[in-house]
């Protein structure tokens, strides 16, 4: 059996006639010699027009079939299982993508193409407001993006393109849509879309999607060392989400415009291990947390083709976004019955309000050159506070960020392929408001120093500098070999320079530090790829260096457990939480784990296949999938970060028999034994799904499937989620459902 230290790029060179990038398994059309690979645009690529096989950078793209049988209601759980990206989860109504080891606000979340203006990268326990019933396509660039997308893309991009603003469109009104029940969870999710053309140049779309769960289903205790309570369920795991978009689009010879509006609101509990009934009778917590979190967005977006002299296309794209997300604590008294409800109290809102600009230009060739160059700026308005009065505590006091960034990509064809070159650089000016008579006096630090909370932190500046450089050599007509260097720089976040205090649904008091400076990156990457053919593959291996990287460290007590605080940052025996006795509430609740902003040098490495081999080609095709990954994050000067993805490693099978298609799916998460401080270990864990799809000729354009999921019943701990310890994966899962397009 593998273990972490197992090379993989030997199991590279053992397996490199069997491997694929994940950007062409999808939707793969075996015909009696080679394969019919489909054609797939990079929709977030700013030069435009260009492949996943065209681009130095590794992409994953998800679309067709694929994303069909992959779709989730989170992102983070559609994506899990790609070549080096896997699922950060806080329950199952929360799921954010990790990227080679990196989330968070490292990870750049865009829909059609501009940023997603919400608090996700701001605490693990918050969800991305971004639809995935809406996608038509997902792509992920993996590694640094900073020279398109920015500060905020130093650990990758994932790009979510809808069909809303697609010019594409036919002369008949369609309507499409997908209709699923889980029995895990009683999950119910519908999806519709509607699509009327008013002419051949203007067509108006409009679609609506929801969600309704209960509680979810589990394997054993949902918290890792609990011995007593609720078995074999997910407790406050409940989710209830709503979409809506409306659109207008207008095409003409000279490009397309498009203007809409969208809503997304959704209300999640955090999994605790709730049960009020007294102790004496196998009582567990008497509170939780639920978070209520909703937006409204405006989008633009334009093409104008050859719209002046030397430039090809220009893209124009805005969008301005309120968003609000509270969340509350009940509390119950005990009862026999299970409890009642005492109160329910708001003790954090976020509020973020986003305007988003970019302007790309792409230019005609010049010397062989062709590229794009832009302009972007971002104005965001970010609050955390607590409601209930000025001497409470906040999360991250107000501020007010702005980004103006200008950028250039220029590739050029060679003799053996092709080179690519690119720059970016940005100026970031954080404004925060002074907060004076915070309840928060201060903490004190691992070092027994009392850090006093900094009333007026003043403004801070950086100026994000970018470059890189890469090359596709044509080995021969059906092998690539990719090579790329680039030099990346972060600015740290709102939350890494101003967080003071409890960040109450996810269990944490958080401290900034007003005096970080910027992360650099330094990226190697190779990669070597089969891109046709009925055996295709992609092998990637990468090195990144960062100076000054930030990172969230916990402290230990002593006996191997993070240091907890109570809600004004006091530890056991200090402050408010002196002479408490146990079980005492109020501030002698020692309730949130105590965690550092700290900055320090750091290094991932590690390696990425991804595979197909066409083993049946014919009119019932079979196909073979094998894909694995590894990644190592530590501290240059010694010691594990926290939260790095275990090794894994995948294998799976389609098959077509006429009207049916059979997709059967084993990845095994090994354990992670590579910890940080004060972070617990993780056991490995076997995953085995399947996916039947049925498409009757009699119903044309109408699908029936079946999913099945974690049919081993398994009690995984993702490593990668700050929640690992309070709540398992999903126990085993049966999905059905129905998926139609008409008209058009």
Not at 152 to 161: E, I, L, M, S, T
Not at 298 to 307: H, S
Not at 362 to 367: G, Y
Request: overall charge negative; aromatic content about 10%; charged content about 25%.
């Amino acid at each position: 059996m593998l273990s972490p230290k197992f090379p993989l790029a030997t199991l590279a060179a053992a397996i490199a006639a069997l491997v694929h990038p994940q950007a062409h398994a999808q939707g793969t059309a075996p015909s009696a010699s080679d394969p019919v690979l489909p054609v797939i645009v990079v929709t977030a690529d700013p030069i435009g027009g260009r492949t996943p096989d065209d681009l130095i950078q590794p992409i994953s793209v998800v679309a067709g079939s694929e994303l069909d049988r992959r779709r989730q209601a989170t992102i983070g759980a559609l994506l899990d299982g790609l070549p080096g990206v896997s699922n950060s989860d806080f329950g199952p109504g929360v799921g954010r993508p990790t990227v080679r080891g990196l989330q968070g606000s490292r990870v750049k979340m865009l829909e059609d193409g501009l940023g997603v203006a919400d608090v996700s990268g701001e605490g693990a326990d918050h969800a991305i407001g971004i639809d995935p019933a809406r996608a038509d396509q997902i792509e992920v660039f993996r590694g640094p993006s900073t020279l398109a997308y920015g500060s905020g893309a130093a650990g990758g991009v994932v790009n979510v393109r809808s069909w809303r603003f697609n010019p594409e469109f036919g002369s008949e009104p369609s309507i499409r849509g997908e209709l699923s029940y889980g029995e895990n969870g009683n999950d119910r999710q519908g999806y519709f879309a509607l699509e009327l053309p008013g002419s051949e140049e203007l067509v108006l779309r409009a679609d609506a999607s929801l969600r309704r769960t209960s509680d979810f289903d589990i394997s054993g205790f949902q918290q890792i060392d609990q011995e007593a309570g609720r078995r074999g369920k997910l407790v406050i795991s409940d989710v209830d989400t709503d979409s809506y978009s409306f659109t207008g689009l207008l095409r003409k010879d000279w490009g397309f415009v498009g203007v809409g509006v969208s809503r997304w609101e959704t209300d999640y509990g955090i999994p605790a291990n709730f049960d009020a009934r007294p102790r004496d009778i196998g009582g567990q917590g008497d509170d939780f947390e639920r978070v209520f979190a909703e937006y409204d967005r405006f989008d633009l977006r334009g093409e104008f083709l050859k719209p002046f002299a030397g430039i090809e296309t220009a893209r124009v794209k805005l969008s301005y976004t309120e968003f609000e997300q509270e969340e509350v604590e009940f509390e119950f008294d005990r009862t026999p019955e299970g409890g009642e409800l005492d109160e329910a109290i708001v003790e954090a809102v976020f509020e973020n309000d986003e305007l988003d600009f970019r302007l790309e230009l792409v230019h005609e060739p010049i010397a062989d050159w062709r590229g794009v160059f832009g302009f972007q700026f971002t104005e965001r308005d970010f609050d955390a506070d607590d409601p209930r009065g000025g001497d409470r505590t906040f999360y991250v006091r107000p501020t007010t960020t702005r980004t103006a960034a200008l950028f250039v990509v220029e590739e050029r064809p060679m003799d053996f392929g092709r080179i690519e070159l690119g720059a970016r650089i940005e100026r970031e000016r954080a404004s925060p408001d002074d907060v004076v008579g915070s309840r928060v006096a201060g903490v004190t630090l691992p070092t027994g120093d009392f850090l006093a909370l900094p009333e007026a932190p003043g403004n801070r500046s950086f100026t994000p500098f970018s470059l890189s450089a890469g090359a596709i050599v044509e080995l021969d007509a059906n092998h690539h070999l990719r090579a790329a260097i680039t030099r990346a720089e972060r600015a740290p976040s709102p939350e890494q320079l101003y967080a003071f205090g409890r960040h109450a649904a996810a269990g944490t008091f958080e401290v900034g530090d007003v005096t970080l400076g910027k992360e650099s990156y330094v990226n190697l990457e190779l990669g070597v790829d089969r891109h046709a053919g009925p055996v295709r593959f992609d092998i990637s291996v990468f090195y990144n260096r960062v100076d000054d990287f930030i990172f969230l460290a916990s402290e230990d007590d002593g006996s191997g457990s993070p240091v907890a605080v109570n809600d004004i940052g006091n530890r056991a025996g200090e402050g408010a939480a002196a002479g408490c006795e146990p079980g005492a509430g109020g501030l002698c609740r020692l309730r949130n784990q105590l965690v550092f902003n700290e900055q320090a040098n750091a290094e991932f490495w590690g390696a990425e296949i991804g595979a197909v081999a066409d083993i049946v080609t014919g009119p019932n095709p079979v196909s073979l999938r094998f894909s694995a990954d590894s990644v190592r994050g530590k501290l240059r000067s010694g010691g594990n970060l926290p939260r790095i993805t275990p090794p894994r490693i995948g294998f799976g099978i389609d098959a077509n028999f006429g009207e049916i298609d059979v997709s059967a799916d084993y990845r095994r998460v090994f354990k992670q034994n590579r910890t940080g401080q004060a972070e617990d270990r993780t056991s490995g864990y076997n995953l085995l799904s399947f996916d039947v799809t049925w498409s009757p000729a009699a119903f044309a354009g109408t699908e029936v499937f079946l999913r099945a999921r974690n049919l081993l019943n398994e009690d995984g701990r993702q490593h990668q989620s700050f929640f690992k310890d309070e709540s398992p994966i999903i126990g085993r899962a049966f999905i059905g459902g129905v998926r139609f397009n008409f008209g058009g």
